[in-house]
C-alpha cells in the first residue's frame, strides 16, 4: 500500500489535523523515555475519541500495519517505541475527565489525562487518584493502566491495578468494549486485570473508569539520614515488622543526594550515605505519635539525623528533590541506564551491597534512588553513550542487577513493565510453559500480531511461535523444558 493513501485514509478518519507525517516532526516519535532502542513510526495520529481510534485500528488491519499505543511517552522500557515502524496512536488529544461521581466513588476519564492534573482536579472534591509516578506531572493514566505503574506512596495505597475499575477499548479487531463499569462487582472474566499492565499489546484503552481515594487529613515527612545504605535498607524491613505502615518509604543513596542537594538547597551532610525520606498519613490525632515509634525505628538503627519537613513548603521542597532525582542525574553523567527489579524488602540490604560490586567491577558510578517501601531498586547507571566500551559496560552491569535481584527471590520489573528493554530478561524469570500461556492469552486477542509487534515476549521466541507450541500438543510436550 502507498505510504500516501495510508496518510489520506487516515486523514479521513481524524481529520487533517489529527495526522503527523513530517519527518522530521516524526523524531519526537522514535523512542519513549528509554533511548537505547529507537524505531521510526510510519505516521502518527492523534485521535480524539474511541471511534477514531476504532476506525484507525480498522484501516491498520486491513493494510496490515502494526499499531504502537502512545501516552505521554515517558516510558522507560521502550514500549512506546515503534520498534517495527507502524501507526503511533497518541492519545494526547483524549485528555478529558468525564465524570466524578464520589457517591460511587469513581471518576470516568479519557486516556490521555495527565496523571497529576487528574489528582489535582479530583482536590477540591477531597479525593485523589492514588498512583503516583515519579514522572507524575507528565504521564498519563492510559500509559499508567498500561504499564500498572507504581510511585512513592503505592506502599500504601496499591499500584495502578488497584485502582482500575474497569475500562472501555478498542481491540485489534477494531471492536470497542467494555471490561466493567465501575462497579465493585464482577461476574465472569477479569478482562479489566488482563489489560492492566499488557504493555498496549492487546488493545487501546479510550477511557477508564478510576477508583477514588480520600486525601489524608494530614500529613508527616521527615528525612533520616543513615551512615550506610545497608542500615537505611534494614530500617525499611523493621518499621514494617514493626506493624507500621507508612504512606512512603524512599531511600536516595549518597550519589543521588549529591545531585539533588544543591539543586533543591537541602543542606544534607556529605557524610550521609543514604537518605531515608518516611511519610506517615492519616487522621490528625496520633500522627506525631506514629511518626515517633517510626523514628525510634531509625535511631535504634543507627541514624545520624532525622529532620522532619515542618511546612507544607519543606515537605513539597523533599519531595520535588525525590521525584526529580532523575532529571538531577544529568549533573552526574551525560546518560544514564535506569533499572527497574524488586527484591523481597529483607533481601534489599545484601542486594545493596551486590549493585555496589557491580558498579566496582565494571567501572562505572551507580547511584540509586528508589521505593525502599516495596523492595523495588532503581539503580541508575551513570555512563557516557558515545564512549562503546562505556556503553557495553552498562548493559552488562543492568543485566547483572536483573541476574542478582532473581537470584534473591525478586523479578526484573517493579513497574517500568518489559517493552523492549527487557524483552529477552524474561527467560530468566519465565519458564517455556509460562510464557507460552501468556502468548495464548495474547494471541486469543490480537492473532495476526499487530498490537505494539516485538514487545514483551522474547527476540529468540515470538508471541506467535510460542503461542503455536501451546496449540501443536505434542510438540509443546517435547519442548517443555526447552527456554529456561
Ligand atoms: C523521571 C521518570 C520517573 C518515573 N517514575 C516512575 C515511577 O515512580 N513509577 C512508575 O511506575 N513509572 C515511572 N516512570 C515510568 C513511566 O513514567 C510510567 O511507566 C508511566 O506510566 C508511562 O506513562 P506514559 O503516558 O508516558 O506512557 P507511554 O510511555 O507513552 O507508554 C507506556 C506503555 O503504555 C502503552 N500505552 C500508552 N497509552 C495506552 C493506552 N491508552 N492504551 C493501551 N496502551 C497504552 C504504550 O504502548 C507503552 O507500552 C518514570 C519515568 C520517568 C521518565
Not at 89 to 101: H, K
Not at 227 to 246: D, K, M, N, R
Not at 313 to 322: G, H
Request: proline share 6%; net charge negative.
Amino acid at each position: 500500500m502507498p505510504h500516501t493513501q495510508l496518510i489520506d485514509d487516515l486523514k479521513r478518519i481524524v481529520g487533517p489535523n489529527g495526522v503527523v507525517a513530517n519527518p522530521d516532526a516524526l523524531m519526537t516519535y522514535d523512542a519513549d523515555g528509554c533511548v537505547m532502542d529507537i524505531g521510526e513510526p510510519q505516521v502518527v495520529v492523534l485521535p480524539t475519541t474511541a471511534e477514531q481510534v476504532s476506525g484507525v485500528v480498522r484501516l491498520a488491519a486491513r493494510y496490515g500495519v502494526p499499531i504502537v499505543p502512545r501516552g505521554a511517552g515517558t516510558g522507560l522500557s521502550g514500549g512506546a517505541t515503534p520498534i517495527t515502524g507502524g501507526i503511533v496512536v497518541s492519545t494526547a488529544r483524549m485528555d478529558r475527565i468525564l465524570q466524578v461521581d464520589t457517591r460511587n466513588g469513581r471518576v470516568l476519564c479519557q486516556p490521555g489525562v495527565i496523571n497529576w492534573e487528574l489528582s489535582n482536579y479530583l482536590k477540591p472534591y477531597g479525593y485523589q487518584f492514588a498512583p503516583d509516578p515519579s514522572s507524575q506531572k507528565a504521564c498519563t493514566v492510559g500509559g499508567n493502566i498500561a504499564n500498572n505503574s507504581g510511585g512513592p506512596h503505592c506502599l500504601k495505597y496499591g499500584i495502578t491495578a488497584s485502582h482500575v475499575l474497569g475500562v472501555e477499548m478498542v481491540l485489534p479487531d477494531g471492536q470497542i468494549i467494555w471490561t466493567g463499569e465501575g462497579a465493585p462487582a464482577l461476574s465472569g472474566y477479569d478482562l479489566t486485570g488482563v489489560v492492566t499492565g499488557s504493555e498496549g499489546t492487546i488493545g487501546l484503552v479510550t477511557a477508564a473508569w478510576l477508583k477514588l481515594t480520600r486525601l489524608p487529613e494530614a500529613v508527616r515527612v521527615v528525612l533520616a539520614l543513615f551512615p550506610t545504605i545497608a542500615g537505611a535498607s534494614a530500617t525499611v524491613s523493621q518499621v514494617i515488622a514493626g506493624g507500621f505502615l507508612p504512606a512512603a518509604l524512599e531511600i536516595m543513596d549518597r550519589l543521588a543526594i549529591k545531585a539533588v542537594n544543591d539543586m533543591y538547597r537541602l543542606g544534607l551532610p556529605e557524610q550521609a550515605d543514604a537518605a531515608l525520606l518516611i511519610e506517615v498519613d492519616g487522621v490528625e490525632d496520633g500522627l506525631d505519635d506514629l511518626l515517633a515509634d517510626v523514628t525510634a525505628v531509625c535511631w535504634r538503627n543507627g541514624a545520624i539525623d532525622v529532620r522532619p519537613a515542618r511546612t507544607l513548603a519543606e515537605q513539597n521542597q523533599v519531595w520535588a528533590a525525590r521525584k526529580n532525582a532523575f532529571g538531577a542525574m544529568g549533573r552526574l553523567a551525560p546518560t544514564y541506564y535506569l533499572v527497574d527489579t524488586v527484591v523481597p524488602r529483607t533481601r534489599l540490604p545484601y542486594t545493596m551491597e551486590q549493585v555496589g560490586r557491580i558498579s566496582a567491577e565494571y567501572r562505572l558510578p551507580i547511584a540509586n534512588v528508589f521505593h525502599a517501601g516495596d523492595g523495588n531498586l532503581h539503580p541508575i547507571i551513570l555512563f557516557d553513550r558515545r564512549d562503546s566500551s562505556q556503553n557495553q559496560r552498562a548493559l552488562e552491569a543492568a543485566t547483572g542487577v536483573m541476574q542478582v535481584s532473581i537470584e534473591q527471590g525478586g523479578v526484573i520489573s517493579g513497574e517500568h513493565g518489559i517493552g523492549v528493554e527487557k524483552q529477552d530478561y524474561m527467560t530468566l524469570l519465565f519458564s517455556t510453559d509460562d510464557l507460552a500461556a501468556m502468548a495464548g492469552l495474547h494471541q486469543s486477542f490480537d492473532p495476526n500480531d499487530l498490537f505494539n509487534p516485538g514487545k514483551v515476549f522474547p527476540k529468540g521466541r515470538g508471541c506467535g511461535e510460542l503461542a503455536a507450541l501451546r496449540r501443536a500438543g505434542v510438540a509443546w510436550e517435547s519442548l517443555k523444558h526447552g527456554v529456561n
